[in-house]
Each structure stands twice: as structure tokens, then as C-alpha cells.
Nanobody, 127 residues
Framework: EVQLVESGGGLVQAGGSLRLSCETS????????VVWFRQAPGKEREGLSC????????YYVDSVKGRFTMSRDTAKNTVFLEMNDLKPEDTAVYYC????????????????????WGQGTQVTVSS
């Protein structure tokens, strides 16, 4: 059974940093890509970053490139999202997801590309 459990969210001031974790089980990073998305109130779920299956290539959307870094610890089956220089517009619920697919982030409805999701962790950035 595929499971993902996010943690590490919280309240931070603008300019601060947070590190999100996603503990995974039930699948192999070689066969499944893993993504981070976020969803703010009243908005669609937005793709942020992805680590591709097989080759481990990393992809980021422009809005977080240079500020967010995605990584994985294969020994611990855990994926991380290091977030720096946080802005109030980064406030959202952050989700990790996975599927037996290659990375897709920017297409409309890209969240539907991934079959499995965690419960999310709230990130709030105050100004």
C-alpha cells in the first residue's frame, strides 16, 4: 500500500525558512516520481517540484526556482522540500504526491497525473 505522510509545516515570518518532510512507503523511487504541490484557499493545487523516477532528475516551477530545493533520502524513503526566503504568497497547504509516471508540473490539472497523495501540511508565512 502506497502511503505518504508530510510534516514540518508551521508559521514563519517572511524571509524565513522551513523544511518539509514526506515519509513514503509502499513503492520504489526507481518506478515512481515524487512531487510537491501546494494549494491555497480558493485556488487549484499548484505543482512546485518533482524528482523523476529512474534518473532522479529534479524539476521546479519558476515561482520557486532558486528558493526551494527538493531532495530525497533513499535509505529513509523520505523526500524533503527545503524552502528559503519564504513570502506571504507561499502560504498554503503543501502536499507530496506520487505516481508510476514521469514528472509533470506545469500543465493544467497536473495534480491528476499523480495517483497518491499525503494529507498535507500547513505553511503560513506572515508579513
Amino acid at each position: 500500500e502506497v502511503q505518504l505522510v508530510e510534516s514540518g509545516g508551521g508559521l514563519v515570518q517572511a524571509g524565513g525558512s522551513l523544511r518539509l518532510s514526506c515519509e513514503t512507503s509502499g513503492f520504489s523511487f526507481n518506478a515512481y516520481s515524487v512531487v510537491w504541490f501546494r494549494q491555497a484557499p480558493g485556488k487549484e493545487r499548484e505543482g512546485l517540484s518533482c524528482i523523476n523516477r529512474i534518473d532522479g532528475a529534479k524539476y521546479y516551477v519558476d515561482s520557486v526556482k532558486g528558493r526551494f530545493t527538493m531532495s530525497r533520502d533513499t535509505a529513509k524513503n523520505t523526500v524533503f522540500l527545503e524552502m528559503n526566503d519564504l513570502k506571504p504568497e507561499d502560504t498554503a497547504v503543501y502536499y507530496c504526491g506520487t505516481g508510476e509516471v514521469s514528472c509533470l508540473l506545469n500543465a493544467k490539472g497536473a495534480a491528476h497525473w499523480y495517483r497518491y497523495w499525503g494529507q498535507g501540511t500547513q505553511v503560513t508565512v506572515s508579513s
